[in-house]
């Protein structure tokens, strides 16, 4: 193998890892979009299809988020 070789193998495989790295940043962006939108209808007292719901509904709901989001654990992403 040629020095040049080894060093464009290993760009190859920095870029793969950038690029699948890139990848799970977008998913995880469309899931808080997705959330967001969730929750901007939800206060409105929209569900996900559109229909009213119940200030019950809303409550029991809202109380399982904010447990979800405190035992979510914090990334960090450069």
């Given amino acids: ?5 080894a ?9 793969a890892r ?3 790295d890139a990848l799970g940043e977008i998913e995880r962006l ?13 206060n409105q007292g929209i569900d996900r ?3 009213p719901q119940d200030s019950g509904a809303q ?5 399982r988020a904010r447990a ?4 979510a654990p914090e990334e960090r992403h450069e």
């Avoid at 193998?1 to 070789?5: F, H, L, W």
């Avoid at 979800?68 to 035992?71: D, E, I, P, V, Y």
């Fill in 1 to 5: 193998m040629y020095e040049g070789d």
């Fill in 7 to 15: 060093a464009l193998l290993s760009s190859a495989k920095d870029t």
């Fill in 18 to 20: 950038k690029y699948a």
């Fill in 30 to 42: 469309k899931g808080v979009l997705e959330w967001y939108a969730d929750a901007c209808n939800w």
């Fill in 49 to 51: 299809e559109g229909f």
């Fill in 59 to 63: 409550e029991d709901e809202g109380q």
């Fill in 68 to 71: 979800a989001l405190a035992s």
